[in-house]
């Protein structure tokens, strides 16, 4: 199995006119995701054509070629048209935030946000549209989801791993993409880029209490990095309700005090969101936490060949 992701999922892709909206969305066809549409209210009736070069785990069962796909005005028509109830975002930042509470209105199951620089406001504005909707928002300013051998929607290459045992849910998108590789020899129920933002859809936690209820899932790595304290609540949560195995990495135990890095939300107040605090609080609930990714990926390891 896999979470919130599998292979029966239809996508719309929201500004797939676009440079970076055609880009990936050649890529998603080309990893066998189900693209069913496009939406532009500019170019609505219009078909888009991508040149489909089959790669990754189910690159067998995709059909290389042209690949023609419907752009819509609208996402409500495009969901009337196609069925699809998941949409991914691929707008600039001015207008994300219109683009996202679109695909909220028109009762989407998961819209993946991938634009970087939405003001923090208007991500507060959407996501709290959403919570009163039911609507499941991951990112933004993310990779996106990729179940292996299923779906992939984002930015995610499909080729770095394949289907297997171990959940990924992760603030870097650069990290989600070094685990897959470090584990690629185990493979991966789902992995989530949830997004180094301030204020984001899709937390730590509820990638958590997801993969504790996937039956395929039978270890979890958790990558957080320095600033706020979503991995000292993702700690308190694990204590109470996760029984898997957790493996954790925390990004930023060289960046020197008093510097700001990485994401918008890597803000360090005093000693509160050190990447030590967080191994700490990690640690105290039973998490092993690695120093670097290839010390955590082997944590992992060592747990599943001992289970």
Do not use: W
């Amino acid at each position: 199995m896999a979470i919130f992701l599998d292979e029966n999922d239809l996508v719309i892709v929201q500004g797939m006119t676009g440079s970076e909206g055609t880009k990936h969305t050649t890529r998603m066809l080309a990893s066998g995701t189900k693209v069913v549409g496009g939406v532009n209210p500019r170019k609505a009736g219009q078909v888009q054509s991508f040149e489909v070069k089959p790669y990754g785990p189910m690159a067998d069962q995709v059909e290389a070629g042209s690949k023609d796909v419907p752009v819509f005005g609208t996402v409500a028509e495009a969901k009337a048209a196609t069925g699809a109830e998941v949409s991914v975002v691929f707008v600039p930042p001015r207008f994300a935030k219109d683009a996202v509470l679109e695909a909220v209105e028109a009762e989407m199951r998961l819209v993946v946000v991938i634009t970087e620089g939405i003001p923090v406001q208007d991500s507060v504005e959407f996501r709290e549209v959403a919570a009163e909707k039911g609507v499941q928002i991951i990112g933004p300013n993310c990779p996106g989801i990729i179940s292996p051998g299923k779906s992939n929607v984002g930015i995610t290459p499909a080729d770095i791993t394949g289907p297997g045992r171990i959940g990924l849910v992760s603030k870097s998108g650069t990290l989600t993409y070094q685990m897959m590789y470090e584990l690629n020899d185990i493979g991966f129920t789902t992995c989530i880029g949830i997004g180094g933002d301030p204020v984001i859809g899709t937390t730590h936690i509820d990638a958590l209490k997801a993969f504790e209820e996937d039956p395929d899932t039978d270890l979890i790595v958790m990558i957080g990095e320095i600033g706020g304290d979503a991995e000292e609540r993702a700690a308190d949560y694990i204590k109470e309700n996760v029984t898997k195995p957790v493996v954790g990495y925390v990004a930023g135990f060289t960046a020197p005090e008093g510097k700001t890095m990485g994401h918008a939300g890597a803000i360090v107040t005093g000693s509160t969101g050190t990447a030590e605090a967080k191994k700490e609080a990690l640690e105290a609930v039973g998490v092993k936490v690695g120093k670097t990714p290839t010390e955590t990926a082997n944590l992992a390891r060592e747990i599943l060949q001992s289970k």
